[in-house]
């Protein structure tokens, strides 16, 4: 059997959304991106959403919007997708990395010590479609003490009077903690959109904004619309209308902005959004049944009281193996042709970082939840027989190396 690790969900319906736009006569940003934002507003609750190229790109498009610059600091966790620090470095900021929690989420009681004057945003991450414990990360910035640290200096910050919390939120589209979807938890959340994600767009992402009463949700995102679009005053599709040829720039913007092909793909699967992730869920819940009987396995937490993940990966790990024996049975795995990965490799192990100082040994808990894990493939395509023998062979893999 040969099984890959995610590929893209391709239905006819969403062919044809592709093929209405192709015939259509317009393919970049329009009609298309504002049904997707629309049906992401629907889906999460929260008050405007804004399509973007990539979460790497709006993430660095909310960064420049709140006014981070060299000198200030941006908490993330060590263990995530290096986009999360990389985006935070194209600011001229410093990525303050803070360790995890043993379920691989942001540790709180850390992220509060490493918050300092220079503190500006803090980005937690939705590891896996679990989110992060949002009521104390948001109880820690509007924390009075933490508020009086703050330091604006930026017309944004100012008018925020404190600490972002921004989502990295690349995982967790139809998330919940306590009820509340992924994309409402927080200040503003991105979703990735990429090619692997539980919603994709080929390339994309989706910035929720849900800002407090001190700003217009919706004057932020023309704002950041403008942001995304070379700061023009029109976009191509009003420039294209009669008479619409005048423009003026306002700003040095990025040119991120979604392109209608795009948007098309993502609006056939996230209209069918619900069915996907049942599907998702219910693999999940296979290989758990089978993992929670071996004692060997450390099955990856769905949910708990206050969180439901929306299982964008499974990410197993196995007790007591070190990193050597974990890359082995992946070995074992890839070659009884099933395909798995490991997330993340912690951004202190990758030269970029270690060149700037990070050190893997500053967060130990990162370390370990990396050396055991193996994310198995989880997507709707993926039939019963396929989960089975993907459990047969992992189990085989770690007879192999007990
Ligand atoms: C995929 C991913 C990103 C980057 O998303 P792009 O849309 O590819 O820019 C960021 N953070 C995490 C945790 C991711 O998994």
Redesign the pocket.
């Known amino acids: 059997m040969k099984i890959p690790f995610s590929p893209p969900f391709v239905n006819e319906e969403i062919i044809a959304e592709v093929v209405d736009t192709l015939k259509s006569g317009w393919i970049t940003t329009g009609p298309k991106v504002k049904l997707l934002e629309k049906e992401v507003t629907e889906l999460t609750g929260c008050p405007e959403a804004l399509g973007v190229n ?6 660095i498009l909310v960064l420049k919007w709140f006014g981070v610059k060299a000198g200030d600091e941006v908490i993330i966790p060590a263990y ?5 620090a990389l ?1 935070v470095l194209h600011c001229g900021a410093t990525p303050v990395m803070v360790d995890v929690l043993e379920d691989f989420t942001i540790d709180p009681v850390k992220l509060k010590a490493a918050i300092t004057p220079r503190t500006k945003v803090v980005m937690p ?3 896996a479609g679990l989110m992060c414990n949002y009521e104390a990360i948001n109880e820690i910035i509007k924390d009075a003490d933490i508020i009086k640290m703050f330091s604006p200096d930026s017309e944004k910050q100012s008018q925020l009077g404190r600490i972002l919390v921004l989502s ?1 939120a ?2 967790s589209i139809g998330a919940k903690f306590k009820g509340i979807q992924s994309g409402c938890a927080t200040d503003i959340t ?1 979703f ?3 090619a ?2 539980n919603v994709t767009t080929a ?3 989706m910035i929720c904004i849900n800002l407090p009463e001190s700003f217009d949700n919706a004057d932020e995102y023309k704002l950041m619309r403008l942001w995304s679009l070379n700061g023009q005053t029109k976009d191509a599709f009003t420039k294209s209308l009669a008479g619409g040829w005048k423009y003026d720039i306002l700003f040095a913007g990025l040119k991120v902005n979604m392109p209608d092909l795009c948007a098309a793909m993502g609006l056939g699967q996230i209209r069918m959004y619900h069915q996907l992730m049942a599907e998702r869920n219910a693999i999940a819940k296979n290989y758990e049944q089978f993992f929670a009987a071996r004692d060997w396995a450390f099955c990856p937490l769905l949910e708990d009281e206050q969180r439901t993940s929306c299982n ?1 990966l499974y990410a197993l790990r196995i007790k007591g193996i070190t990193e050597d024996q974990r890359d082995q049975m992946i070995e074992f795995i890839t070659g009884q042709g099933v395909a798995v990965n490991v ?2 490799i912690p951004m202190p192990m990758l030269t970029v970082f270690k060149e700037l100082g990070y050190r893997m040994e500053d967060y130990p808990q990162a370390y370990k939840n990396y050396s055991a894990e193996i994310s198995l493939p989880i997507y709707p395509q993926l039939t019963e027989e396929e989960v089975a023998y993907i459990c047969a062979v992992v189990e085989q893999a770690y007879k192999n190396i007990a």
């Open positions: 990539s979460w790497t790109s709006g993430a995530t997708y290096s986009a999360t985006s991450v939705d590891f990295d690349a995982h991105i990735s959109f990429h692997v994600k390339e994309g992402g964008h997330h993340f």
